[in-house]
């Protein structure tokens, strides 16, 4: 057995054969060294979420209100076609970690990555040109906040193809370790975001003052710069314009168009499953009165924060496990997986101590000081709590689950998803808010136990697949 880990250097990245402490230290290197960039990106990413969210607060509480639903149904609509564009970096790792001078076929995934947006957009756009607003209706909701809602998904719906065509060109260069571009992408974009709602929702540098529609015509511009700019990106970065990723773009390859969405499905319920918890527990908490709607906000938005880093460590593992399965590297996969593993519960047990260590400080920032807001203080401390206890379980369940996208294994995760949040987690969270009477602090209860059971299965899946190969 030897110590020294040996570096397969390819245009792809750095993958890690060999043995010993030295092979899994290098191994953590490059899985840093490409999660760092994507951690950044996925902060960028929320904060022009942020200052959508700042910019329509300062315009009106209607305003706001009804781009907090429109953005809803458009999330809903964002993630039933992103399942497909999320099985673009794994196919690719695959790939690469198989024939590494394999253009053609990388060319070939990123060329139906496209092809998946086309197809999943057009009937994205008319459910949310036409039906936000009688599904609102619907939800009882009131008809002026139905009405904002459409016209916001109205206009906000024709940059949804722009952001799906961003996540290909995205997973397309992280799968061949270049994550820096989407990161300066990203950058740019707030910017762009920034100077378009500053001038649209308040009518500032010339344009009309536009309010809710502003923010919806400046979000679908921002998408439409980002993608642009990736493209732009892409064909003038050597180490991505040689696979000519738009060459023969007509021609349709229909095993990977087959692939993509065999895969993708799977995928984007996964994500669905655990979004939509967290969102229906937004509207149970309204239902309990708005002090506990506010510190659920609150609560909720901490560990929003917090999860972007798993998350980009997750996507990074993903083209890690994906390069040493392509290879049929079994030992690779296991360190690639579990040195994942580990450094996503590393920082996440940091966040636990210092959020349990400063609920009321950190409470206090989303709040003014009256005295109404010391009772929302008092709450959002008791969840933050709850936040804290449940952060390496949080951290775990994304890292598994996306190190498993790695191996391809995507049906599986999707049934531990379902099963997880809404076979264990809803029916504690309705036990303990409504059968022993706890309201928000069951909810909060139950999510966590929910993400337990995902964190403990997930991680289990993955030991079980490593183990055969």
């Not at 997750?314 to 296991?334: F, H, I, K, N, P």
Request: net charge positive; charged share 10%; hydrophobic share 55%.
């Amino acid at each position: 057995m030897t110590d020294i880990a040996e570096l397969d250097l390819t245009h792809a990245g750095a993958r890690v054969t060999g043995h010993g402490l030295d092979a899994w230290m290098a191994e953590i290197r490059e899985l840093l060294k490409l999660a760092g960039p994507l951690v950044v990106t996925q902060l960028a990413q929320m904060a022009i979420m942020t200052t959508d969210v700042l910019m329509l607060g300062h315009y009106s509480n209607t305003a706001l209100a009804s781009a907090q639903m429109g953005n809803t149904a458009f999330f809903f609509c964002w993630i039933l076609g992103c399942g497909p564009v999320a099985a673009v970096s794994p196919m690719i790792a695959h790939i690469l970690g198989a024939r590494p001078s394999d253009r053609a076929g990388v060319r070939a995934v990123v060329r139906m990555g496209f092809w998946s947006v086309i197809i999943t957009s057009i009937p994205l756009i008319v459910l949310l040109s036409f039906f936000v607003k009688p599904a609102m209706l619907a939800f009882h909701e009131a008809p002026e906040l139905a009405r904002g809602a459409a016209t916001f998904t109205g206009v906000l719906c024709f940059g949804l193809p722009f952001s799906l065509g961003y996540q290909v060109l995205r997973n397309y260069s992280t799968a061949l370790s270049r994550p820096k571009a989407s990161l300066w992408v990203m950058l740019a974009a707030i910017l762009f975001n920034l100077f378009g709602d500053y001038a649209l929702i308040f009518g500032h540098f010339g344009a009309p003052r536009l309010g809710i529609l502003g923010s919806a015509l400046a979000s679908t511009c921002s998408y439409a710069f980002s993608f642009l700019s990736m493209l732009a990106v892409v064909h003038l970065m050597p180490g991505l314009s040689k696979y000519r990723i738009l060459r023969r773009f007509f021609r349709v390859h229909w095993e990977k168009l087959g692939e993509v969405f065999r895969l993708g499905a799977p995928i984007g319920f996964t994500m669905m499953f655990e979004a939509m918890l967290f969102n229906v527990s937004m509207l149970v908490m309204g239902a309990f009165g708005t002090v506990y709607a506010v510190a659920h906000t609150i609560a909720l938005n901490v560990p929003s924060i917090t999860f972007m880093v798993p998350l980009g460590i997750g996507m990074a593992a993903t083209v890690r496990v994906g390069l040493a399965a392509g290879a049929r590297d079994g030992e690779a996969v296991r360190r690639a997986g579990y040195g994942a593993m580990l450094a996503g519960a590393c920082f996440m047990a940091a966040m636990s101590v210092l959020i349990w260590s400063f609920p009321e400080t950190i409470a206090r920032l989303y709040v003014d000081g009256g005295a109404q807001d010391a009772v929302v203080v008092g709450m959002a401390v008791v969840f933050l709590h709850v936040v804290a206890a449940f952060q390496i379980f949080d951290g775990l369940q994304v890292v598994s689950a996306l190190s498993l996208r790695g191996l391809k294994d995507a049906n599986a995760p999707m049934w531990i998803a379902g099963g997880s949040y809404w076979l264990a987690g809803a029916p504690m969270c309705a036990w303990l808010a409504f059968g022993l009477h706890m309201k928000g602090l069951g909810i909060w209860i139950g999510l966590a136990f929910g993400l337990l059971v995902a964190a403990a299965a997930m991680t289990a899946r993955f030991w079980f697949l490593s183990r055969e190969r």
